[in-house]
């Protein structure tokens, strides 16, 4: 490596750093605003009100993540996020993973058509889907629970995931397939003991991604969802406004707590997101 920059130009080490420069300050723009989320989660009220604007906490307080936590509607908001999100996904992932397998290692008969479908799936708005949904769960009694809003995202994120998915099932090799029958393994051992594994990148990634759309939701969960206790944390944050005024340092830190997951889940699981959005896009 240092043998190459060696032997660069002084005008593609001029180039280099301008890029850099620029990368550089493109991740301060797309970062500041998580920064300023936390930096006013630790404020004191006093200083979050104030005239003047400071870019750090002065008076450094945890009391707005105390008070969050400290609160029974927070909890039960919490509670409700994480048990739709989970939901969500668990129901994404078994139709999905099994609906790509089947597209991408048989011939089905109308594949090109169901692909489509997907894709003009993935086009629908959530508000054009609510008012049949509305009528479809209230006729099954699903309003107020929590399979409702888990059915309606998985059905946007299942399009997601099968077309994901098939160009990873169709670039297996299928002499593993083979090996694995030679094995005694029947086709559900092999889809779990062989296919699974083979394209983990692939399923990492959508794994997180139908984890998210669940996390995130606010329109199907206010919807189907008519108990206010049975909400998720993306609709409660309006509590922080009353009429004494809004207390942004408590609204930062619930903010902070709402994307906490979403940071940790792309820290952690990077690469294999990178390499799962890519990896099946080309055939080999």
């Known amino acids: 490596m240092k043998e190459k920059m060696k032997y660069r130009s002084p005008r593609e080490k001029r180039r280099n750093i301008i890029l850099c420069?620029?990368?550089?300050?493109?991740?301060?723009?797309?970062?500041?605003?998580?920064y300023w989320i936390l930096c006013m989660s630790f404020k004191s009220d006093s200083e979050s009100f104030g005239k003047i604007v400071t870019y750090y906490p002065h008076n450094f307080t945890v009391q707005p993540w105390i008070e969050n936590f400290s609160d029974k509607?927070?909890?039960?908001?919490?509670?409700?996020?994480?048990?739709?999100?989970?939901?969500?996904?668990?129901?994404?992932?078994?139709?999905?993973?099994t609906a790509?397998?089947?597209?991408?290692r048989y011939k089905v008969p109308g594949s090109k058509g169901f692909m489509l479908s997907f894709l003009v799936t993935q086009m629908l708005p959530a508000s054009l889907m609510l008012t049949p949904m509305y009528l479809i769960?209230?006729?099954?009694?699903?309003?107020?629970?929590?399979?409702?809003?888990?059915l309606?995202?998985?059905?946007?994120?299942?399009?997601?995931?099968?077309?994901?998915?098939?160009?990873?099932?169709?670039?297996?090799?299928?002499?593993?397939?083979?090996?694995a029958r030679i094995d005694g393994c029947n086709?559900?051992?092999?889809?779990?003991?062989?296919?699974?594994?083979?394209?983990?990148?692939?399923?990492?990634?959508?794994?997180?991604?139908?984890?998210?759309n669940g996390w995130n939701d606010l329109a199907y969960s206010?919807?189907?969802?008519?108990?206010?206790?049975?909400?998720?944390?993306t609709a409660n944050i309006y509590r922080f406004q009353n009429k004494y005024g809004t207390k942004w340092n408590c609204?930062?830190?619930?903010?902070?707590?709402?994307?906490?997951?979403?940071?940790?889940?792309?820290?952690?699981?990077?690469?294999?997101?990178?390499?799962?959005?890519?990896?099946?896009?080309?055939?080999?």
């Not at 769960?137 to 888990?150: D, E, N, R, V, W």
């Not at 995202?153 to 090996?179: C, E, H, M, Q």
């Not at 830190?253 to 896009?281: D, E, N, R």
């Open 251 to 284: 609204i930062m830190a619930y903010g902070a707590i709402l994307v906490l997951p979403v940071i940790l889940l792309f820290v952690f699981l990077q690469k294999y997101i990178v390499s799962g959005m890519t990896a099946g896009a080309v055939k080999e």
């Open 137 to 150: 769960f209230s006729k099954l009694h699903l309003l107020g629970t929590y399979i409702g809003p888990a």
């Open 21 to 34: 420069i620029i990368a550089l300050l493109l991740a301060i723009a797309f970062l500041f605003p998580l």
């Open 152 to 179: 309606a995202i998985a059905s946007g994120s299942v399009p997601f995931i099968v077309v994901t998915l098939r160009p990873y099932f169709k670039n297996v090799p299928t002499a593993l397939d083979d090996a």
């Open 222 to 233: 206010m919807t189907f969802n008519v108990k206010p206790e049975m909400r998720p944390l």
């Open 73 to 97: 509607d927070f909890l039960a908001s919490l509670k409700n996020s994480t048990c739709i999100a989970l939901m969500s996904m668990c129901i994404s992932m078994v139709l999905g993973v």
């Open 100 to 104: 790509a397998y089947g597209m991408g």
């Open 187 to 212: 086709v559900l051992q092999s889809f779990i003991r062989i296919m699974i594994p083979a394209i983990k990148t692939g399923i990492i990634t959508v794994l997180v991604i139908s984890f998210l």
